[in-house]
């Protein structure tokens, strides 16, 4: 076999180029800090830093994801903090324009603050969030949800979509309340049923929204306050309860004002004079929006009442008001109960990521951080082995085989 100079010298370069690159790994390495650089390094431990660090990149958009809830939801708590100030204050107002002493003037003036508390409401149902989307529009964020057409009717552009969003590998929290739920899904009167009176009725009978009282049937109900049966004025008014086929419930028994009177898990009272022929409808509560029952008692307090009649349709119509504001307070705090469950779950899932967090970069330190120790006695081993390679090349670079021939 042929041996050549070149061939020698070249061996030496590829000597000494192996040593310098083995010593630029090692400084790159210790540089770094991290064993593990390239694919190249070790292929096993670098599929697993991937996988570990596309972990932690979802969990950091998890982490994102609980600070945008955080600050939808608080916005949102903030609103309907507002709306509970103000539907209490409009239950003062009603109160007091409910009070015998007050003249239509002044009911006027309590009309026109509590129209105005409409406007702020209805401001309220429409706020936006910092990206401008409408908080209580469903998933239409860009749709104003709420307005109020020419014919004073309230209309909703939204829809009842709830979101939600992502907060962990297997969890998601909502994000949102619609308007629905939460001004428009309100049940009337009691929330179970209604009690309401014929515009016709003569008398000055004033009835409060009754409660439920063991198993009401959501049938309809009519209470009929009897004819007197002869001209004794002292003869005792009587009334009886059909249901809405007509038969008879209650059979004819004397009204005494104030005395509870119960049927079919109803029970309700009368104050004031019913008149003979006067009667009185129960039927289920229905869906009503909060705005439309304040505009029904600014209506209410705004028209003029100047006979006794005319004061108990005032009082009547106050008290539905009164009963479906209670019931719509009742409806915002079941809402905010239910964001202050959902901002504790954002919170604990929170922690939850950060300590997986803190798990994932330990478990990837493991794999690919560097053995300082052992790393610099490679650097100076390499260190050593290259210098060796570099003085041997000096030395056998001016050497040539005619130098051994005679």
Same mark, same amino acid.
Do not use: C, W
């Given at each position: 076999?042929?041996?050549?100079?070149?061939q020698?010298?070249?061996g030496?370069?590829?000597?000494?180029? #192996?040593?310098?690159? %083995?010593?630029?790994?090692v400084?790159?390495q /210790?540089?770094s +800090?991290?064993?593990v !650089?390239?694919?190249a390094d070790d292929?096993v431990a670098?599929a697993?830093?991937i996988s570990l660090?596309d972990?932690?990149k979802?969990?950091e958009q998890f982490?994102?994801?609980? #600070?945008n809830?955080? %600050?939808r939801?608080?916005?949102?708590?903030? /609103?309907?903090d +507002?709306?509970?100030? !103000?539907?209490?204050?409009?239950?003062?107002?009603a109160?007091?324009?409910?009070?015998?002493t007050?003249?239509?003037?002044t009911?006027g003036?309590?009309?026109?603050?509590?129209?105005?508390l409409g406007?702020?409401?209805?401001?309220?149902?429409?706020?936006?969030?910092?990206?401008?989307?409408?908080?209580?529009a469903?998933?239409?964020?860009?749709?104003?949800p709420?307005?109020?057409d020419?014919?004073?009717?309230?209309l909703?552009?939204?829809?009842?979509?709830?979101?939600?969003?992502r907060?962990g590998p297997?969890?998601q929290i909502?994000?949102n309340d619609?308007g629905?739920?939460?001004?428009?899904?309100?049940?009337?009167?009691?929330?179970t049923?209604?009690?309401?009176?014929?515009?016709n009725?003569?008398?000055?009978?004033?009835?409060?929204q009754?409660?439920?009282?063991?198993?009401y049937?959501?049938g309809?109900?009519?209470?009929?306050m009897?004819?007197?049966?002869?001209?004794n004025?002292?003869?005792p008014?009587?009334?009886q309860?059909?249901k809405?086929?007509?038969?008879?419930?209650?059979?004819?028994?004397?009204f005494s004002?104030?005395?509870a009177i119960?049927?079919e898990?109803?029970?309700?009272f009368?104050?004031?004079?019913?008149?003979?022929g006067?009667f009185?409808?129960?039927?289920?509560?229905?869906?009503q929006d909060i705005?439309?029952?304040?505009?029904?008692l600014?209506v209410a307090?705004?028209?003029?009442r100047?006979?006794?009649?005319?004061?108990a349709f005032?009082?009547n119509?106050v008290n539905r008001?009164l009963?479906?504001?209670?019931t719509?307070l009742?409806?915002?705090l079941?809402?905010?109960a239910s964001?202050?469950?959902r901002?504790n779950?954002?919170?604990?899932?929170?922690g939850?990521?950060e300590?997986?967090?803190?798990?994932?970069?330990?478990?990837?330190?493991n794999?690919?951080?560097?053995?300082y120790?052992?790393a610099?006695?490679r650097?100076?081993?390499?260190k050593?082995a290259?210098e060796a390679?570099?003085?041997?090349?000096v030395?056998?670079?001016d050497?040539s085989?005619?130098?051994?021939?005679?």
């Open positions: 076999m042929r041996v050549s100079t070149n020698i010298q070249l030496a370069i590829n000597a000494m180029m #192996d040593q310098q690159e %083995g010593l630029a790994k400084q790159q /210790v540089a +800090g991290k064993r !650089i390239s694919p292929p670098m697993q830093v660090q972990s932690f979802k969990t982490q994102r994801n609980i #600070d809830a955080v %600050g939801l608080t916005l949102e708590e903030g /609103v309907l +507002g709306v509970t100030k !103000i539907l209490q204050r409009v239950r003062e107002l109160v007091y324009g409910n009070n015998a007050q003249t239509n003037d009911r003036y309590i009309s026109e603050e509590i129209a105005q406007e702020e409401l209805l401001g309220q149902a429409n706020t936006m969030d910092s990206d401008g989307e409408f908080l209580f469903g998933s239409k964020g860009r749709f104003k709420f307005s109020k020419d014919k004073g009717n309230f909703y552009y939204g829809d009842d979509t709830q979101r939600f969003v907060v297997r969890r909502a994000i619609t629905t739920e939460v001004f428009r899904k309100v049940r009337e009167g009691n929330g049923f209604i009690v309401t009176e014929s515009l009725n003569k008398g000055t009978g004033v009835l409060d009754g409660s439920s009282k063991g198993h049937d959501f309809t109900y009519v209470m009929v009897d004819q007197k049966q002869n001209l004025p002292n003869e008014i009587t009334y309860i059909l809405e086929n007509g038969e008879v419930i209650v059979p004819p028994t004397i004002e104030g005395n119960t049927f898990g109803v029970q309700m009368i104050l004031g004079e019913p008149e003979p006067d009185y409808v129960i039927r289920p509560s229905q869906h705005f439309t029952t304040l505009q029904k600014v307090l705004k028209d003029s100047n006979t006794a009649e005319d004061h005032l009082h119509e008001a009963s479906s504001i209670d719509a009742g409806k915002i079941d809402v905010r964001i202050g469950t901002l779950a954002l919170e604990s899932q929170r939850i990521n300590s997986f967090s803190i798990q994932l970069k330990e478990l990837v330190s794999i690919e951080d560097l053995d120790g052992e610099i006695s650097l100076n081993s390499s050593v290259l390679s570099q003085k041997a090349f030395k056998v670079q050497v085989l005619f130098n051994h021939l005679y």
